[in-house]
């Protein structure tokens, strides 16, 4: 069930000052090095962009006290800290982030152009600006272009860019880029990895199982290993959480339906913001496999606790940036999000990769956690899976953002007999590798300095020094069973493995904590790593389950390519597994306690 994960990433932008403009154009060394030659190789150029057809960009306006608000959230989030719990809201961060000279700069170029139309989001980060391409040509000093897409799934498809544009000094000054100009939408890789849905002459889904088929993971599987409580007793109804889908992803609520009836799940979905078109998954079931996965497992093990279905639109070449501002433009995000989706962290320019981790950050300061998986193709991604030559070290993104939760797999306890929890390894059958590493666009924070340290002195093998950064931060943080999940899509079972299973597991996990210290009269956990990394160091109550075997030097497949050079898992963090996975009702008794 192999997905065709599309998302859009920015290219690194090379500006030329002047005395009065400033001149974005694309880095000729970040398009070959940075892109993979996707310009040249992918989007070809093709005709100028029509007059009075529409062009649509989007404007991140500059941030204030962007440090500091980094500062803050390391504060309220590490146990121990006068501040430790104390969130803000939503306000609040506004106050704290929105620069109003940069927003009334940009805000009075915008208005002062013929024929621009723009909306800004509740706090004044983001900016949508639209207009005929005559309109948008004259406010930019540019040319945009049709690109047409040569090869894979997204063959044919049209978008339209610019090969530079210019902004008046104090507008450059004002803004930290404008997306959809310069910049190219990129592939990304799949976070499930399984069979492409397939059918024989009686409409029967090839690969398809049983229920509950021996050696599988199923919700029963993972409540009677983490030993989770079920369904709460008392549902809090701010304990709330999501999914996040694109690329045309959707569920099917009849086949949530079934998957409840036959697991003894209970839980809906309270909520759905964007697009669901269900009806792919009877004509096209590839098309629900993450989007499945995602609802039925976080349900699995969240209960009855509200879930909301977060789609961004399978056209939009900007999905990440815009849930980043839907969720900042709503007083009441959902408290923790799944995110299974993600790519080659060199494909990210480092404005963009900033950028996210800053909203990631004001989602955090409101108490907002973030889950997102750490790929599925060990250090060097899907790139090696048939190429032994990009066999190297590409570290997954947005996982190896600091202010996100990074969520590895792992294997074992699912297999009859139960065998010992390792990491989840193509090598081993785990169909997947779990992706793991060191970021080469963010430091390592102070939070898991010792972690990492105490690694690179453990005497376990390592790669070569050169190979990999290691003083990045190092990514997963955590883990969770990703080997053989039962789903249901089109009415029958099929089975997959994935760090998109383990993320929306750990999820799960969270915002069950979260429903009792809300019911507790206390602030939900939030940016989770300096309470995970201070809690996995002592362990003193046997919350985390160590993971100390395994290697990630293979790509995700059957017949798997095996790099030269990979990381080892030992005792404490590694950068497989993370600090491993949990004993559920130790794990919330430390958090709730917190």
């Known amino acids: 069930m192999n997905i065709a994960v599309v998302a859009l990433v920015f290219a690194a932008l090379a500006v030329a000052a002047s005395a009065a403009n400033v001149r974005v154009t694309i880095d000729p060394v970040v398009r070959m090095d940075l892109n993979s030659g996707l310009i040249n190789e992918e989007w070809a150029q093709a005709a100028r962009v029509p007059a009075s057809e529409q062009v649509e960009v989007v404007i991140a306006v500059k941030q204030k006290n962007v440090k500091e608000a980094e500062a803050l959230l390391d504060a309220i989030s590490t146990p121990g800290s006068g501040k430790y719990g104390q969130q803000l809201t939503h306000e609040q961060v506004g106050e704290l982030t929105r620069d109003e000279q940069a927003l009334a700069t940009v805000r009075s170029w915008l208005q002062n152009a013929a024929g621009v139309r723009f909306n800004e989001n509740v706090n004044g980060d983001w900016i949508v600006a639209s207009g005929a391409a005559s309109a948008m040509e004259s406010l930019l000093n540019a040319e945009f272009f049709h690109f047409k897409s040569q090869q894979g799934d997204r063959k044919g498809a049209t978008i339209r860019r610019t090969m530079s544009y210019e902004l008046p000094a104090e507008v450059a000054a004002s803004v930290d880029f404008i997306a959809r100009t310069t910049d190219f939408p990129m592939r990304l890789n799949p976070r499930f990895h399984a069979s492409v849905v397939r059918y024989d002459e009686n409409n029967r889904m090839i690969g398809a199982v049983q229920p509950k088929t021996a050696g599988d993971v199923w919700p029963e599987v993972l409540w009677n290993y ?9 549902v809090n109804a701010k304990s ?35 697009p669901n078109p269900s009806i792919e998954c009877l004509l096209n079931p590839n098309d629900c496999v993450e989007a499945t996965l995602d609802v039925e497992y976080l349900l699995s093990i969240a209960q009855n606790i509200p879930l909301t279905y977060w789609s961004i639109p399978g056209s939009d070449q900007t999905p990440f940036v815009d849930w980043a501002a839907a969720l900042l433009n709503s007083t009441t995000p959902p408290l923790v999000n799944s995110i299974s989706y ?32 750490s ?54 059958g785990g169909g997947i590798t779990s992706g793991g590493g060191f970021s080469t666009r963010y430091g390592r924070p ?9 690694y690179m002195k453990s005497g376990v093998p390592l790669p070569p020094s050169g190979a990999y950064n290691a003083s990045g931060r190092g990514y997963p943080d955590v883990s ?40 507790a009269g206390k602030k939900p956990l939030g940016f989770l790593n300096p309470a995970i990394y201070q809690v996995a160091a002592k362990n003193a109550n046997g919350a985390f389950r160590d993971v100390t075997s395994g290697e990630n030097n293979c790509c995700a497949g059957a017949n798997p390519v095996c790099c030269q050079n990979g990381f080892t898992a030992t005792k404490a963090w590694d950068p497989l597994s993370g600090w491993g996975s949990i004993d559920f009702p130790a794990f919330a008794k430390a958090f709730a306690a917190l």
């Not at 983490?226 to 008392?234: A, H, I, L, N, R």
Request: include cysteine.
């Open 226 to 234: 983490y030993k989770t409580p079920g369904v709460p007793s008392q």
């Open 240 to 274: 709330t959480s999501s999914v996040f889908e694109t690329i045309g992803q959707a569920y099917s609520p009849l086949d949530l339906s079934t998957f409840e009836k036959d697991y003894g799940v209970k839980g809906t979905v309270a909520k759905v913001v964007g």
């Open 342 to 373: 993600g790519g080659d962290e060199k494909m990210v320019s480092q404005s963009l990769a900033d950028r996210f981790d800053a909203e990631i950050v004001k989602l955090g300061l409101q108490g907002v956690s973030v889950f997102v998986a």
């Open 375 to 428: 790929g599925d193709d060990g250090v060097a991604g899907s790139g090696a899976r048939s190429n032994p030559s990009k066999c190297g070290f590409n570290p997954s993104w947005p996982a190896t953002a600091p202010h996100v939760t990074a969520v590895g797999a792992t294997q074992g306890p699912e297999a009859v007999p139960a065998k010992p929890e390792v990491v989840c390894s193509s090598k081993t």
């Open 446 to 454: 102070s939070w898991q300095d010792a972690a990492v340290d105490a």
């Open 480 to 519: 969770a069973l990703g080997h053989a999940y039962e789903i249901y899509v089109d009415n029958q079972i099929g089975v997959g493995s994935g760090t998109s299973a383990s993320t929306p597991v750990w999820a799960g996990f969270v915002t069950l904590v979260n429903n009792m210290r809300l019911n």
